[in-house]
């Protein structure tokens, strides 16, 4: 068995669809028993959020994933009628009724389990199962949604389940390409990556494949391809290729605009109130990603600055009041570049070329984290781009 996954602009109109559908029929053919995931059609689901903000701001309730798991429903709809018209038989699923459990958490649940028993009957009398993605039931049988760009996940659990050989991710560029190449037009396709940069590359912004859909590829040892709806290459496989013998320094760069920068200055007792803040953010579920603390001063002053994704803002706010707290200063302003790469672990002086590029281009930095495989810096977001596309060209480009 192999998954098939369209994103929303491989469905995004009428004919697109009927195409998709011919790609479905000519892969079946070709590779034997397939199960496809889809995506609702491009802009539906915004289409949907915002009609629901207009009456409310908080999407972690039932009416919000009802609503918008509808966009799915249409979709899964309309192509198992375009695969019924060229004489392939195909049969919609909603979540729930391809076996999707998940747990209750509105807006953003996660997956815990799935029964394939339906898809491997439907398959087995051959018909192809087509699955909306982004979706499934809780235990008591409510409609629960994956969180924005939840359909990879649905479509890579779905390929773990049946242990399939692979699952192909369909969408409207033809691969990872070393940075976003709507953004960076020098950027070219990786052929191959492992699990492990991708998640990186995934979680820091690109939003070529869901963060959490890579996890499960790593954990079940998924081969991804990552290809082009509209164009036939070979695009890009995500797999265990830890061992890639002469892997370059960097492999992808990618920014993240959905930030902001909590500071506050001057606070004292810095054991006890690291405990008690990130103590309650983590019970409000905020996510908390670089944290800098300054050396502490002869008086025992300190500052503290933490980022957070900016729709946390908020509750970031509200944790604080509860502890007689108050930030000096919240910046949204910012973004998030970030350089990835396994060949960091075996190569020295990265940070020092990421400096260098950036001083060159007098783009300052308010601050910097590293891991083993990759290096971030918070820049002003009015630099961002300049900053991607430098270091783009200082660690990417191919010199003859
Ligand atoms: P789909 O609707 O098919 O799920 P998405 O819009 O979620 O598609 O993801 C594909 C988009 O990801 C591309 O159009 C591209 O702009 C963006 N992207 C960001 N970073 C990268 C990257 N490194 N390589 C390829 N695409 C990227
Ligand atoms: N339709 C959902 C969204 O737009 C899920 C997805 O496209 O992956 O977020
Ligand atoms: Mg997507």
Redesign the pocket.
């Known amino acids: 068995m192999i998954v098939l996954?369209?994103?929303?602009?491989?469905v995004g109109s009428i004919e697109r669809i009927r195409h998709v559908a011919d790609l479905i029929r000519r892969s079946a053919a070709k590779e034997g028993p397939v199960c496809v995931v889809v995506?609702a059609m491009?802009g539906e689901t915004d289409r949907l959020v915002s009609l629901y903000k207009h009456l409310s701001s908080d999407t972690q309730t039932l009416e919000y994933d009802l609503l918008v798991a509808s966009g799915e429903q249409a979709s899964i709809s309309l192509l198992s009628a375009a695969l019924g018209s060229i004489g392939t038989k195909a049969q919609p699923l909603l979540g729930f009724q391809a076996g999707f459990v998940t747990n209750d958490a509105r807006g953003r649940a996660k997956i815990k389990s799935i029964q394939t028993d339906r898809i491997l009957e439907l398959s087995s009398a051959g018909i192809i199962p087509i699955v909306a993605g982004f979706q499934g039931a809780d235990e008591s049988g409510q409609i629960t949604t994956l969180g924005r760009?939840g359909?990879?996940t649905s479509a890579v659990a779905l390929a773990a389940a049946l242990k399939a050989r692979r699952c192909d991710?369909?969408?409207?560029?033809?691969?990872?390409?070393?940075?976003?190449?709507?953004?960076c037009k020098k950027?070219r396709?990786?052929e191959k990556m492992s699990f492990e940069e991708m998640m990186e590359?995934a979680s820091l912004?690109?939003?070529?494949?869901?963060p959490r859909s890579v996890e499960i590829a790593a954990k079940y040892q998924i081969p991804v391809r990552?290809v082009n709806?509209f164009e036939e290459s070979e695009g890009?496989t995500v797999g265990p290729f830890e061992d890639l013998l002469e892997s370059p320094v960097v492999t992808?760069?990618?920014t993240d605009h959905n930030l902001a920068l909590i500071t506050l200055k001057n606070v004292r007792k810095s054991e006890e109130l690291l405990d008690r803040l990130f103590g309650k953010l983590s019970e409000e579920n905020v996510i908390v990603d670089i944290i800098v603390h300054s050396a502490i001063r002869e008086d025992g002053s300190f500052d503290l600055s933490f980022s957070t994704p900016k729709e946390d803002v908020s509750l970031v706010e509200r944790s604080l009041q509860s502890l007689a707290l108050e930030a000096s200063q919240i910046d949204t302003s910012l973004s998030k570049v970030s350089l990835v790469g396994s060949g960091m672990r075996s190569h020295s002086g990265v940070a020092a070329r990421v400096f260098k590029t950036l001083a060159r281009g007098q783009i300052p930095i308010v601050c910097t984290t590293t891991s083993e495989i990759k290096i971030s810096c918070v820049v002003p977001q009015i630099h961002a781009e300049k900053a991607l596309q430098s270091l783009h060209d200082e660690f990417c480009i191919v010199r003859e």
């Open positions: 996954k369209f994103g929303g602009t491989s995506s491009a760009g359909s990879d991710i369909y969408t409207d560029v033809s691969g990872v390409y070393t940075a976003d190449p709507r953004i950027a396709k990786i590359l912004g690109a939003k070529v494949l869901h990552v709806t890009t992808a760069l990618t």
